[in-house]
C-alpha cells in the first residue's frame, strides 16, 4: 500500500491541496480558521501521514546572471528587481552568491552549485537557450525572474503583453491610428517573449502592422532612443505619426527627438514610456507611463525558490503580475 499523499488528505476533509498544504506546513502567516487546521491535522493522522524531512538549508541563494555584472547592476531595470530580491532574502535570514554565467560549462566547474553549499538559483532574465538544459541537470531547485522559457519552469514576470495592450488601448481610445515603437535592437534574440506578447497584443487590440511602425534601437538608454527616432525622423520626412511608446529609458530620448524636430508632446504626438526607470524621482518622469512591479518581482522570485528549497509541494508555471498605467501628461486624443 503506498503512503498516503497531501491528495488523500485533501479527498478525506474537502479541502483544497494548497490549504492542505499550508496547515501541515504550519504557514501562520495564512489566515486559516483553527477548526480548518483540526480536521487537516486529524485527517492526516489518521491516514498516516509522514510529511517528508526537510533538508537543513545553507541560507545561500545564488543570483545568476547572463550579463556583464556591472552593466547588469547599474541597470535601473534589473537594480530594482535586485533591491526586491535582496530586502526579502534579508527578511527571511538569506544571503547571496552573485554568480556571472560565461558559458554553460559554469554550471558545472563550479561547485556552488552543489545543493548543500547553496540552497537554490535565482536566475535574473531570461536564461539563453543554451543553458537550459544545464539548468535543468542542477540538483537544487530554480527559479526564473524577469524571464520565462515554458511551463516546465518557474518563473516571475511583470505581465508583458497586459502592459502593451493597455498602451495600445489607451491610444487607439484617443484615435491614434499611426503608433511609432521604439524597441532595442537585441530584443527579439535574446527576449523572444516580450517580442511575442507585443506582437499578441497589436493582434488582439485590433490593429495591425499597418498602424505600427516599429524603429529599432542599439540599446534602452535615452541617447539610444533619441539617435533611433532622431534616423527615422530624417530617412522618412513624410511618414506622419500621432504617437509613440517606448521601454526602459529610451522613452527620454524620443521625446528629446521629437521635440528638436518641431514636435510638441503631447499636442502633436503623445508619448507612453512602458517600464520606465523605476529609480527616477517623480519630478523627473515626466511621461505618462505603464509601471512595471519590478521590486515585487525580484521578492516573489525569492519567496518562490525558498518555498520549493524547503521541500513544499509547488508545481512549476509562471507567476505573471499585473501593471498600472500612470497618467502624467504626455497623451492627448489624436488630431483629426
Not at 10 to 34: A, C, H, W
Not at 211 to 233: H, P, Q, W
Not at 241 to 259: D, E, I, Y
Request: contains cysteine.
Amino acid at each position: 500500500m503506498s503512503a498516503p499523499k497531501l491528495k488523500d488528505i485533501s479527498s478525506k476533509t474537502g479541502f483544497s491541496l494548497s490549504t492542505v498544504s499550508m496547515v501541515l506546513n504550519n504557514r501562520q502567516d495564512i489566515s486559516i480558521p483553527e477548526t480548518t487546521r483540526d480536521k487537516v491535522k486529524q485527517a492526516a493522522s489518521k491516514l498516516g501521514y509522514k510529511p517528508k524531512t526537510r533538508t537543513r538549508l545553507s541560507k545561500t541563494i545564488i543570483v545568476a546572471t547572463f550579463q556583464d555584472l556591472r552593466s547588469c547592476f547599474e541597470n535601473p531595470y534589473f537594480s530594482e528587481i535586485y533591491r526586491g530580491i535582496e530586502e526579502t532574502m534579508e527578511a527571511r535570514g538569506f544571503h547571496a552568491i552573485i554568480k556571472r554565467l560565461h558559458n554553460k560549462d559554469c554550471l558545472q566547474d563550479s561547485d556552488i552549485f552543489t545543493r548543500g553549499k547553496a540552497d537554490g538559483v535565482l536566475v535574473l532574465g531570461p536564461p539563453p537557450s543554451q543553458f537550459l538544459s544545464e539548468l535543468k541537470k542542477l540538483k537544487m531547485p530554480v527559479v526564473i525572474v524577469n524571464g520565462t522559457v515554458d511551463s516546465s519552469w518557474d518563473s516571475v514576470i511583470p505581465n508583458y503583453e497586459a502592459a502593451f495592450g493597455l498602451t495600445l488601448d489607451i491610444l487607439k481610445k484617443l484615435n491614434h491610428s499611426k503608433i511609432l515603437c521604439v524597441k532595442s535592437s537585441y530584443s527579439d534574440e535574446q527576449s523572444p517573449f516580450v517580442s511575442s506578447h507585443l506582437n499578441r497584443a497589436i493582434l488582439y487590440s485590433g490593429l495591425s502592422e499597418k498602424n505600427i511602425i516599429m524603429v529599432k534601437s542599439e540599446g534602452d538608454s535615452s541617447e539610444e532612443g533619441y539617435a533611433a527616432v532622431k534616423k527615422y525622423l530624417s530617412e522618412n520626412p513624410g511618414e506622419k505619426f500621432t504617437a509613440a511608446f517606448s521601454g526602459f529609458s529610451k522613452p527620454f530620448g524620443v521625446m528629446r527627438a521629437l521635440t528638436e524636430a518641431g514636435y510638441s508632446v503631447p499636442e502633436d504626438i503623445s508619448l507612453i514610456a512602458i517600464g520606465i526607470d523605476p529609480c527616477l524621482p517623480e519630478s523627473e518622469a515626466k511621461i505618462s507611463t505603464i509601471l512595471y512591479p519590478l521590486h515585487q518581482v525580484g521578492q516573489e522570485g525569492v519567496l518562490r525558490l525558498i518555498q520549493k528549497a524547503e521541500g513544499h509541494s509547488t508545481s512549476p508555471g509562471m507567476l505573471v503580475l499585473p501593471v498600472q498605467y500612470e497618467d502624467r501628461g504626455t497623451v492627448s486624443e489624436a488630431k483629426s
